[in-house]
Nanobody
Framework: VQLQASGGGLVQPGGSLRLSCVAH????????IGWFRQAPGKEREGVSC???????ASYADSVKARFTISRDNAKNMYLQMNSLKPEDTAVYYC??????????????????????WGEGTLVTVSS
């Protein structure tokens, strides 16, 4: 499995970015794919994940109503990030979890479950 993430960059507070993750070699139908981020001096955290089987999504409380995750039939995944804040600054990684563990209406989104990681893309929110 190979994952290629892109779309990071420098944006002013309140701005928007769209991250993309191209997934190659995922043959299963039941899996979770998502975005995780790591800010300087902090642990990696789950941002948003989506279940491939039915498209149910989950979000970290800090990004709800601002970020939207989606995927297409080609197993590509996207993260639309709006109303960006300086605290969103981090390296963003896409990752694949080879199962779907549904909790509170969406898939569990924990870095400890990830089997495959893509290279990170840096998002910097600064004026």
């Amino acid at each position: 499995v190979q994952l290629q993430a892109s779309g990071g960059g420098l944006v002013q507070p309140g701005g928007s970015l769209r991250l993309s993750c191209v997934a190659h070699g995922v043959s299963a139908n039941t899996y979770t794919i998502g975005w995780f981020r790591q800010a300087p001096g902090k642990e990696r955290e789950g941002v948003s994940c989506i279940a491939n089987s039915d498209g149910r999504a989950s979000y970290a409380d800090s990004v709800k109503a601002r970020f939207t995750i989606s995927r297409d039939n080609a197993k590509n995944m996207y993260l639309q990030m709006n109303s960006l804040k300086p605290e969103d600054t981090a390296v963003y990684y896409c990752g694949v979890v080879m199962f779907e563990w549904m909790i509170t209406g969406g898939p569990r989104c924990s870095g400890s479950d990830v089997s495959y990681w893509g290279e990170g893309t840096l998002v910097t929110v600064s004026s």
